[in-house]
Each structure stands twice: as C-alpha cells, then as structure tokens.
C-alpha cells in the first residue's frame, strides 16, 4: 500500500509575480472552521468584505463582490458579462494579458478590434481615441498593471475618451489592485476586477470585482441571457445582494482570508500602502541599477509591484532562478511571451513588499551571480 507523509512544504519568500506572501494573520484566519454559506455569521463577512472591497477599490459601486476563482475568472466574468455575440470590442494589447483578454472576448462572440505596443510600453488616450474614431466599441479592455511587462498603464483621461461614443472602460488590476492607486471612482472606470494573491496577499481563489452603475444598466439591457451560468453577475447579485439568494457555495474560508488582507490594507491604510509599495520598488531599482542591471521600462512607466530586470549578457537565467530558489528558498519568475529568457520578474506584492526581503534578493543575487 502506498503510504503518504504529512504534508511538508517549505516556506518560500515569494517575489514572483504572484502568489505573495501571506500574512500570519491571513493563515490564521483562514484556518477557522467552516460555517454555512447562509449562516448569519458569514452574511455579515459577507458585508464586510464588499465594503473593504470598495475601500481598496476606493469606489461607492454597489456591486462590488468577489468572484469565487482566481484573477482569470474575475476576467471572464468581466467578459463574459458585458459582452454578447457581435458586440464591438477593443483591447489595447501590450502583454500576455491584454492578449488573454481578447482571447476571451473572442470565445464569447465578441468582434474583436485589437490595438497593440511592444512589451513594456503603455497607450495614451490619444491612441485609444483615434482607434474609437476608426471604429466605435461598446467596451474598451486594458491592463492596468501588466505582470509580463512590468509597464503601469496610466488611467488619467481614458473613462473620458470610451465613455465620449458611448463605451464602457473594462480594466484588469489583478498586479495593482492594493499596490497602487487604482481609484476607480475617480478615474470613472466601469468594470474592473482583481485576484487576491498579488498586492492584496490573500492566497489565490477569489477574484474582486467592481461594476459601475452605467455598466450594470447595460447589463441590464442585454438581448441575450450571459453564457456563463456560475459567472452570471445577475444571479450572483441575488446572493451578494439583500435577497441572499444561493447560487453556488461560497468558498467560504478563502473569504475569511480575503477579510483578513483586506483588513490588513485598511488598518495600514491605502496611502501608507501605496507609499510601501513604492519605496521597497525604488529601494530594488537602485540597488539592481547599482550593481550594473538594467530595468527593461523607463522609470516613468514602472509598475512597483512588479519589476522586470534584463537578464544580463552571458548569464543563464534559469539557473539562477533556480539556485535563488533551492538556497535561499527565495522565488522570482522568468520572462513571459516576448520577454522570454529576456528578464527576470521580481514581484514586491502585499505582505512580501517589505525592505528585507530586497535586502535579501540583493544578497542572494550577488552570491549567484557572482561565482
Ligand atoms: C495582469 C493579470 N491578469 C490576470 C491574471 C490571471 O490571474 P490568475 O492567474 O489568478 O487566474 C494575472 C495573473 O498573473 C495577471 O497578472
């Protein structure tokens, strides 16, 4: 008979692009016991959660819920909700995930008009602009953080451009969500969802997910009923609304976790957060730059969530990735798509976004690849 151990895993410093760290506080909380998924208690997590989700979204958007599933299924519900066979749609594509984005609408029926930029550059409103004179679309698809890349796309201006002829702005912030300034409200976007294992550090299973009333009233108009049965946001609505209406089983120790993180932003606060995420980034740009690496995006343009490094000249990526993982038990992720074999990925996320853990990349990284 097969014997099998107890399950051993050795702890990992995660400074991939995801999943992060998870705090002490989030394990803890994940690990009480289950209740119903209509048991009082966890009705009243349930307010809970949706009301910290707008505190990070920084949004008063009523359906502000997390999708049970990781950031791909807060991207299909994104799709799969706001967009019926024949619709007119443009992703701006400028990294895997703009990429997945259409490849999504396209199994969907959308019809599909794409824009696109190198790896590691972002579009201005100006382009957008232009491609939506070319041809109008009932939604505008973008990734604000792009993991693959490590380019932040700027928001400012763009609600104004798609809602101008009549479209709605879709935007992934599964990298920025909780790292960075997302502020949905304030840049007037309409659909926008995340994950909850990168800077929110909760470990992956829900995806957050905000809607705009000008979006839910185009749901509201569609001819057809949404394809997707489990990712259907006007069934879903009747649970995470006052009905309570079940619909699927809540993952319901994944959400204790996700309140948890998201206690944890609010206690330390969005600003305080931001500030973190943004001095341990600049802390790893100028420690890398020091030791002769380059980043492969121009610095206005950085994500400080995640980070991409140019491998340098003569130097086996992989193995190093591997030595950083199997002697200091350290994770970071090599290039994806375009950047393949190109950069390293170095992800300052949530819970891992602390000065020592540069400190010990830095350290690691010398010791690899210096001998
Ligand atoms: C920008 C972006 N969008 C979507 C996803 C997909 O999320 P998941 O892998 O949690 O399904 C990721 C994951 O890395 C991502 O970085």
Redesign the pocket.
């Known amino acids: 008979m097969t014997s099998y151990t107890d399950l051993n895993i050795t702890p990992r410093t995660l400074l991939g692009?995801?999943p992060s760290d998870v705090a002490p506080r989030v394990l803890r909380a994940l690990a009480h016991p289950p209740v119903g998924h209509l048991d009082p208690q966890f009705v009243r997590l349930m307010d809970e959660v949706q009301n910290l989700l707008r505190y990070v979204f920084e949004t008063e958007n009523q359906m502000t819920i997390p999708i049970s599933g990781?950031?791909?299924a807060g991207?299909e519900a994104a799709v799969a909700n706001f967009i019926e066979p024949g619709d007119p749609v443009l992703v701006c594509i400028n990294g895997y995930?703009g990429m997945r984005i259409a490849e999504m609408v396209g199994r969907y029926g959308g019809d599909l008009v794409t824009i696109e930029k190198p790896w590691g550059e972002v579009f201005s409103p100006e382009e957008v602009d232009a491609a939506l004179r070319r041809r109008p679309a009932k939604v505008v698809a973008m990734?604000h953080?792009?993991?693959s890349t490590g380019a932040m796309q700027p928001l400012d201006g763009m609600a104004e451009v798609v809602h101008r002829q009549g479209g709605l702005l879709l935007v992934?912030t599964?990298?920025s969500l909780g790292g960075v300034p997302v502020g949905v409200d304030r840049h007037d976007l309409d659909i926008v969802y995340s994950?909850s294992?990168k800077a929110l550090s909760a470990p992956?299973g829900l995806a957050p997910l905000t809607v705009s009333p000008r979006a839910m009233e185009s749901l509201k108009r569609r001819e057809s009923k949404v394809t997707s049965w489990y990712l259907d946001l006007t069934l879903l609505g009747t649970y995470w609304g006052s009905s309570r209406m079940y619909h699927h089983t809540a993952p319901i120790n994944m959400n204790y976790a996700l309140r948890e993180a998201l206690r944890l932003a609010y206690e330390e606060g969005l600003e305080a957060c931001f500030a973190r995420h943004r001095a341990n980034a600049e802390f790893l740009w100028s420690s890398l730059e020091a030791m002769g690496m380059q980043m492969h995006v121009e610095p206005e343009l950085r994500l400080p969530t995640l980070t991409t490094v140019r491998v340098p000249d003569g130097v086996d990526e992989a193995a190093v990735r591997s030595r950083l993982l199997s002697e200091f038990n350290l994770e970071i992720a090599g290039g994806l798509g375009a950047l393949k074999g190109k950069v390293w990925r170095v992800g300052l996320m949530g819970y891992s976004s602390q000065h020592r853990n540069v400190t010990l990349l830095l350290g690691a990284l010398r010791e690899v690849l210096g001998g």
């Open positions: 692009p995801g990781t950031g791909s991207m995930f990734v953080g792009e993991t992934d599964v990298a994950g294992q992956p």
